[in-house]
């Protein structure tokens, strides 16, 4: 028993005799006094737990010895000294923590509860968790404090690892999403009190996966680790960075909300980001896509904002990826279509909404039908016709196009062995078809079911499977071969940069994609010297070709001449329903004559917006004729004087000062106070908006920014509009009237 204690135990013995001497021992009390000591003092040896004791003073007088030895300081060290400097609180350490000082708990005489404390040895450190009651004399008198303690160090380690793993990405040591989570929250209910902004970055890497499937997963992790670096060091203590799992990171930029500061940013980490990577020896090149949203405009609440970055993420992959794009409130409307389509895409088969149209492809001399490429086609019920281009993408991301390219194929070839010609028929392959290892016999139950000769089938593939594994899809060509069909590379020259792989994939045919044909005979444009190389290579390659998309005669008169073998496009048909060829076929009729215009318009693609135009008070609808940094033209007011302020609205809390400068009755040219900058989607957009805190101010809830946020603002603005000051015309209806 330590001495301390045998001590108190001694002392107790004594009054107790004393008290028996004036009357009759109680033997029970005695017993359980012994036993409870006896207890005690097991527990502490065991170091379930421990005990101290101050003097009035403050000084420990009492620890358990267990608790000495395990600090391994001499006990003359730990005794006498003041119980403040022994046991340190996370308050005593400066940390910052609501805690106070145990110096104050204990010159307060505060009974003390579950007080983490550290205590030093001066080799290690160990955390205990201590308790203590102040004591008193029967005078009232402060004696000290008894109390007990028990080490924490491991639990709370323990406690401090999980934390670091709850919190921040293990591979990257990047902030995880939850943390991000959090910290955007934290932020944005902060900044909105104090009317901040707060940029969100979301960042996918493109191509990702690939590196993950060729190189290995280590070499994947690699990239992620070398990516996380690279944007640590752009964003340096500007932003936290977070890793939200896979290949997406996320970045908050406090404070931010200036768009062409953000554009800039952004091109510079996907530049960044896009630099090349040595793995382990190989070097591998990733491409990034990055959409942006700014609270308080886009988003409010976290959830808001995150989803806002979301669909600008989304909206950049979908233009074609390397790019940033920022949010605006039209991306919510084409993300809700393509949940609609997505979800009554599940139907489409079921229903049979879905047809096979064909379209022919024609002898570029005799101008008779060799093939026809089956494209497909949705009869929406409510929606009408609605394009491939929108759904199979769409079927690709969600897994549905094995289905529905399966469909494709045995329909296909249903429909191709009626015809009564022997003609042969392409069918469309997706990449994400091709890469199923099942596709081989896909194709074969098509072929057996219709009982169509497999030389007649052709399949239409594009460069993109060649970005993954080329030893897999080595193999399934050649078990294609097996089967007899023939192979077309589709959409060359759009995709893949590298012209490596046509040394060994056994394409029949190239597909000369309608981009290079479109406008192939303007003047200054390299698409005739494009069409010639892809023709004399696929000439040296053996592989027949095909010009895609001719609509002129004088682009049927350049493909033809520039050499292609086969030509497809409007100026001989569109795909039609298997009906309308059927008919066309049982009469014989397999030369098609060109028809179309003459020759290629560059229409004007610029599209004429409805824009705002503040003047005074008043706001005027004006069409907007052209658009550029500078300046804009813009019609629909008359006689608008030059040198005359005012503000185009452009929609979405865009609002961007100028001056006339040249006016012509209804139409006028105006210049910009500020440059308007890249949307990051070919498009412009102005530095700053109309900011929620503004249309808050004037009495409006606080909201993110709607098409009409200007309108808003104007109404509860209760200013009464002023007499208009210009007359406001209908172009359209003038159009409409003079045609
Ligand atoms: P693609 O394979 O390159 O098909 C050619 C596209 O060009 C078709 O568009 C066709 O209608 C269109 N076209 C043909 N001639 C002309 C022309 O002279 N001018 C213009 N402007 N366009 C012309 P469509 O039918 O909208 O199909 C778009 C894409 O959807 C196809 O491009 C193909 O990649 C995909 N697709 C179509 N059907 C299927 C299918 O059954 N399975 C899969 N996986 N993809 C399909
Ligand atoms: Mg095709
Ligand atoms: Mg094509």
């Given at each position: 028993m330590p ?6 135990l ?5 009054k ?7 009357g ?20 502490e ?71 983490c404390?550290k ?29 007990s303690?028990k ?10 690892d999980?934390?670091?793993?709850s919190?921040?990405?293990a ?11 959090r910290?955007?929250?934290k932020t ?9 902004s ?6 996918d ?17 690699d ?38 500061v ?13 630099q ?7 070097r591998?090149?990733i491409?990034?896509?990055?959409g ?5 405009y886009d ?10 970055a979301?669909?600008?993420l989304?909206?950049?992959?979908g ?8 949010f ?52 929406h019920?409510?929606k ?7 759904f199979?993408p ?17 329909k ?5 062995a ?15 078809q ?8 896909i ?10 000769n ?5 399949l ?10 080329y ?7 050649a ?6 069909v ?7 020259g ?19 994609d ?8 303007e003047?200054g ?22 010009a ?39 009469a ?18 610029k599209?004429?917006?409805?824009v ?16 550029s940094?500078?300046?804009a ?17 452009l ?8 001056a006339?400068?040249?006016?012509e009755g ?10 308007l ?17 503004q ?8 909201t ?12 509860s603005g209760g ?13 359209n ?7």
């Open positions: 001495k301390r204690m045998t001590g108190i001694e002392e107790r013995r004594r107790k005799a004393q008290k028996s001497a004036d009759p021992l109680n033997p029970i009390a005695e017993t359980d006094f012994v036993r409870r000591v006896e207890l005690l003092d097991s527990f040896r065991a170091g379930l737990g421990w005990f101290w004791a101050s003097d009035a003073l403050g000084r420990l007088i009492y620890l358990s010895e267990t608790a000495i030895a395990r600090l391994g300081i001499e006990r003359d060290k730990v005794l006498g000294k003041p119980v403040g400097d022994l046991f340190r609180t996370r308050a005593d350490e400066g940390t910052g923590e609501p805690e106070r000082p145990l110096r104050f708990l204990l010159g307060a005489r505060n009974s003390i509860s579950q007080l404390v205590v030093s040895s001066g080799k290690s450190e160990y955390w205990w968790e201590i308790a203590g009651k102040p004591q008193f004399d029967k005078f009232g008198v402060f004696t000290g404090y008894r109390g303690a080490d924490v160090t491991a639990t709370l380690e323990d406690q401090r999980a934390e670091r793993l919190q921040f990405d591979l990257t040591g990047l902030a995880n999403r939850h943390r991000m989570a910290t955007l929250t944005l209910t902060h900044y909105r009190n104090s009317k901040r707060c940029a969100l970055l979301m960042l890497l493109d191509r990702f996966k690939q590196v993950n499937d060729t190189l290995g997963h280590p070499a994947g992790d990239l992620l680790k070398q990516v996380a670096a690279r944007l640590q060091r752009i964003i340096g203590d500007q932003g936290e960075i977070a890793r939200l799992g896979g290949d997406e990171f996320q970045i908050m930029l406090p404070d931010f909300d200036d768009r062409g953000l554009g800039d940013l952004g091109q510079r980490m996907i530049q960044i980001v896009s090349p990577y040595s793995l382990n020896g190989s591998a090149t491409g990034s896509s990055l942006i949203a700014i609270a308080p988003g409010i609440e976290a959830e808001d904002l995150v989803n806002a979301d669909l600008a989304y909206a950049a992959k233009s074609g990826r390397g790019k940033y794009r920022f605006s409130s039209d991306l919510k409307d084409k993300s809700r279509r393509r949940a609609q389509v997505e979800s009554d895409l599940g139907d489409a088969l079921a229903n049979e909404e879905l047809e096979m149209h064909f379209q022919p492809i024609v002898d570029a001399e005799t101008h008779k039908v060799k093939c026809l490429e089956a494209l497909i086609r949705w009869r019920p409510e009408g016709w609605i394009p491939p281009g929108e199979i769409i079927a690709e991301e969600v897994g549905m196009i094995k289905k529905i390219g399966a469909w494709a194929l045995r296909t070839c249903e429909d191709a009626t015809w009564p010609v022997e003609l042969r028929v392409a069918v469309n392959v997706s990449a994400v091709f890469e199923d290892d099942s596709f081989p016999n194709v074969q139950q098509a072929i057996e079911y219709s009982g169509i497999p030389a007649r089938v052709e239409e593939i594009t460069e993109s499977i060649f970005v993954g594994d030893g897999r899809s080595k193999a399934i060509f078990r294609l071969r097996k089967l007899g023939r192979l077309a590379l589709d959409d060359f759009t995709g893949y940069s590298s012209l490596s792989y046509l040394r060994d994939a056994p394409f029949d045919k190239i597909k000369i309608q981009s290079f044909v479109r406008g192939c005979t003047p444009n390299n698409n005739k010297a494009i069409i010639s190389s892809i023709v004399s290579l696929a000439g040296a390659l053996q592989m027949e070709t095909v895609e998309g001719v609509e002129t005669r004088d682009e049927l008169a350049l493909v033809k001449e520039l050499g292609a073998g086969s030509l497809q496009g409007l100026i001989f048909s569109p795909a039609v329903p298997n009906d309308e060829l059927l008919e066309r076929l049982d014989g009729k397999l030369v098609y004559d060109p028809s179309g215009p003459p020759r290629y318009r560059a229409e004007r693609r599209e004429f917006r409805r705002g135009l503040i003047h005074g008070d008043h706001r005027y609808n004006v069409t907007l004729r052209n658009l940094k500078t300046g033209m813009i019609e629909g007011l008359l006689n608008v004087p030059v040198g005359t302020d005012v503000v185009l609205d929609g979405g809390g865009q609002l961007a000062v100028a006339v400068r040249r006016s209804a139409s006028q040219g105006l210049r910009f106070e500020t440059r900058i890249d949307d990051g989607d070919g498009g412009l957009c102005t530095r700053h908006r109309v900011s929620p805190y249309i808050e101010a004037a009495g409006r809830p606080l993110a920014l709607g098409e009409d946020a200007f309108a808003v603002l104007h109404a200013a009464p509009a002023k007499a208009r000051q210009f007359i406001e015309i209908d172009m209806s003038v159009q409409s009237r003079v045609a």
